[in-house]
């Protein structure tokens, strides 16, 4: 009934499908999505939260904006690593 869910990872989540509307990668298949998700929540803080399963999250709790830029930073670095190597070969 109860789940732990991770807000850093909904936070980067979305904040990733914001960098990818505006910033072109060399290949941001779901793998790609999937390397630069966990290489930004590596350097980043977990705040695990209580849900109840199947429950949404319709208004995100106010950050701060050094909270965002820290994890835009992150992202950033992560895409460029990711995409100059990325997991899989770009046939
Ligand atoms: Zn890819």
């Given at each position: ?51 109840l399963r199947g429950e ?36």
């Amino acid at each position: 009934m109860y789940e732990l869910k991770n807000y850093t990872e909904i936070l980067v989540r979305q904040a990733l499908q914001d960098y990818l509307n505006y910033n072109v990668i060399s290949c941001s298949c779901e793998r790609c999505q999937a390397d630069i998700m966990t290489l930004t929540l590596n350097h980043l803080p977990t705040r695990y939260y209580v849900s109840l399963r199947g429950e949404f999250i319709t208004k995100l709790e106010s950050q701060s904006f050094a909270e965002q830029d820290c994890i835009m930073e992150n992202i950033d670095r992560a895409a460029q690593q990711i995409s100059a190597k990325p997991s899989h070969s770009l046939d």
